[in-house]
């Protein structure tokens, strides 16, 4: 593939090998997929419109569908799976249309454990620390943001009561792009970004997301189509906000920003910028040095030095990524493109 020679040439190093690519797979489909749970080298997890779910357990040479009864018309943005039996999904949009199902036998069954029944509350994505907890992300009702959390592995979800929350800005929402805009970290730490307002800002949180703070970065903002579009963070103080425009998706500029300091303050990468648009970001687990990666509908990026540089990859366009080991990651996007990150041992 056209797409795979100069991620070779860029990667190798980190990867120490020629031969690190990233590698087509059949997914079967051409559902455009947005979300993206991948859980080791075998198993990883992708969702996406038109009610679609897919489950790999043999490293993404097969890819099969897992049936949720009744959600053909729904829009799983997002999916997060802790192993190849126990996965949850999150569809998107106005009142009723946002849903968290869980499966415990590898989607061979399903159960409802969230129907929004507020008809202004549009969910955007969700996040576990572990088994037991989590949370979900919800544009602004009332002026703020909803979140809701989980302390009994998404059985339950309730609301934070609302004074915990910064006031929204005019027009600011959170970007139902895949999932990433939202994040967490260790036990307790957890992000959101924003965009649509006259600035693009990150949310923080230190207790759960019982109590939030926010802080504006100079990612582009200003128009309803621009600001955040996902987040990735290393530990509890090295992360990274990528986004732009969508709706001007190969114009590059103030697409990517770093911090240092858990999300308190955020710069522009100094370096080159990404070339577009890019809707989702992921830290390579296990390598010497950070290697970040970045994708949108335009091409992808790496940086090696922490997000202050980004070296284009191709122009293959993907909507989400996600990495289980350095060698074990994947990519998707729209008409059911799937493909895997590895690297000969």
Known sequence: MKWAAPLTLVLCAFARSA????????????ARLRGLSAVGPSVAWTSGSGGTCLRTTDGGKTWSARVVPGASDLDFRDVHAADAETAYLLS??????????????????WVLQHRNDDPKVFLDAFA??????????GDPAGGRFVILTTGDGGKTWAPVAAEG?????AGEGAFAANGTCLVVQGSRNAWFGTGGARASRVFRS?????????HETLVRAGTPSAGIFSLAFRDAEHGVAVGGDYKRADEGGATAART???GRTWTLAKGRQPAGYRSAAAFVPGTTTPVLLAVGPTGTEIALDDGDTWNRLGETG????????SDAGWAV???????RFARAP
């Open 260 to 262: 240092d300091d858990g």
């Open 128 to 137: 576990f620390w572990d088994a037991d907890h989590g949370l979900a992300l």
């Open 318 to 325: 993907f909507d989400a990524i996600g990495f289980a080991t």
């Open 206 to 214: 230190t207790d759960r997301g019982r109590t939030w703070t926010a």
């Open 19 to 30: 031969s690190a690519q990233w590698i087509p797979q059949e997914s079967g489909i051409k």
């Open 333 to 339: 996007g729209e008409g059911g493109r799937i493909a």
């Open 92 to 109: 998107i949009g106005p009142g009723q249309l946002s849903r968290i199902y869980k499966t415990s036998d590898g989607g061979m069954t």
């Open 165 to 169: 929350m910064p006031p929204a800005l």
